[in-house]
């Protein structure tokens, strides 16, 4: 007896979500494994419903990780959400400010930042976010980076 088309394609959705749910589960216990990252992301792209991974990078990223972890985790999860995401600029921004939340010397996540507030004109918003980033940092040479950065943006409004 044959099995018709959509038997079929519920049997490969079923296995695509296990695939996911245990890709999941190993993110649970290491963040920084980049192959169930790898299974998660394949998993997505043949359920097509990536909001379980946008939230797992989410959750991944957290103080203590590493600069070069946390990097690396953040590159990586801004990329996949630029691919699933991509007409949402809302959650690439509140991806990054938590990027910069958790790792305030991100310089790649607030030139993204700056970026996406920049075309879209939200100069109040870029500010703030320098403004937290300024929040308690000493006077050196990453301060007066920021500080003529800020007033680069100030003067554009």
Same mark, same amino acid.
């Given at each position: 007896?044959?099995?018709? /088309?959509?038997?079929?394609?519920?049997?490969?959705?079923?296995?695509?979500?296990?695939?996911l749910k245990a890709a999941l589960k190993k993110l649970e216990s290491k963040p920084t494994d980049s192959q169930a990252w790898d299974e998660a992301?394949?998993?997505? *792209? =043949?359920?097509?419903?990536?909001?379980?991974?946008?939230?797992?990078?989410?959750?991944?990223?957290?103080?203590?990780?590493?600069? =070069?972890?946390? /990097?690396?985790?953040?590159?990586?999860?801004?990329?996949?959400? !630029? =691919?699933?995401?991509?007409? !949402?600029?809302?959650?690439?921004?509140?991806?990054?400010?938590?990027?910069?939340?958790?790792?305030?010397?991100?310089?790649? /996540?607030?030139?993204?930042?700056?970026i996406l507030r920049s075309v879209n004109q939200q100069w109040n918003e870029l500010l703030a976010a320098f403004d937290r980033l300024l929040e308690?940092?000493?006077?050196?040479?990453?301060?007066?980076?920021?500080?003529?950065? *800020?007033?680069?943006?100030?003067?554009?409004?």
């Amino acid at each position: 007896m044959k099995r018709d /088309a959509t038997t079929r394609s519920a049997d490969s959705d079923t296995v695509s979500s296990e695939k996911l749910k245990a890709a999941l589960k190993k993110l649970e216990s290491k963040p920084t494994d980049s192959q169930a990252w790898d299974e998660a992301e394949a998993a997505v *792209a =043949e359920v097509q419903k990536p909001d379980e991974v946008a939230a797992a990078y989410r959750k991944a990223l957290v103080p203590g990780l590493g600069t =070069e972890a946390m /990097a690396t985790l953040g590159q990586r999860g801004l990329r996949f959400l !630029e =691919e699933w995401y991509a007409g !949402e600029t809302a959650v690439l921004v509140d991806f990054l400010e938590l990027v910069l939340k958790v790792d305030g010397t991100a310089d790649w /996540a607030l030139e993204r930042l700056t970026i996406l507030r920049s075309v879209n004109q939200q100069w109040n918003e870029l500010l703030a976010a320098f403004d937290r980033l300024l929040e308690g940092l000493p006077d050196g040479p990453r301060r007066r980076r920021l500080l003529r950065d *800020a007033a680069a943006v100030a003067r554009s409004v």
